[in-house]
């Protein structure tokens, strides 16, 4: 952690600033959900996608737990599908660009973290996974992408 201001502890105060969100969402008589963190682009030698986000995931995963909050694991669900497409095939999904690619990056970009037009919809298709998976209510209210089915009848 380069900041140790904006450090928090997974165990102990991350997991009061979450419950500090779940509870101001159930006094606006809204309906929490959690979603872990979704992995960056980080692969070992032998290409393996490697965890990014050391204990947090599982600290979250935990808080839903006791408190009764529905948790997405994108986390784990952005892993797998990291590792099913490979070190290459996922650059596609992040911002990575060549020189004169685009306007905003006329040098190129190699970004592990951010993610490119088509890796954010991968990411939101996973979390509609989840939503589904999960059952939860909020499932009724996603609506389907042109030329798409309902994701409500998949």
């Known amino acids: 952690m380069n900041d140790p201001a904006r450090y928090t502890e997974p165990f102990t ?8 969100y779940i509870n101001g969402a159930r006094a606006k008589g809204a309906t929490p ?6 992995e960056r682009r980080r692969f070992s ?3 393996r996608a490697l965890n990014s986000h050391g204990l947090y995931p599982a600290a979250m995963k935990a808080l839903g737990e006791r408190e009764h909050v529905p948790v997405i694991d994108l986390t784990s669900k952005s892993k797998q599908r990291f590792e099913q ?3 290459e095939r996922t650059k596609r999904l992040f911002l990575w660009l060549a020189p004169g690619e685009h306007p905003n990056y006329p ?4 970004d592990n973290t951010h993610f490119h037009e088509r890796g954010a919809k991968e990411i939101a298709r996973l979390v509609v996974e989840g ?6 209510p909020l499932r009724r ?14």
């Open 13 to 20: 105060s991350y997991q009061s600033y979450l419950k500090r």
């Open 33 to 38: 959900v959690l979603i872990t963190p979704v």
């Open 45 to 47: 030698a032998d290409g």
């Open 85 to 87: 497409l490979g070190p």
């Open 107 to 110: 040098h190129g970009i190699k």
């Open 131 to 136: 939503i589904m998976e999960l059952n939860l």
């Open 141 to 154: 209210h996603l609506i389907r992408s042109l030329g798409q089915e309902p994701v409500r009848s998949r």
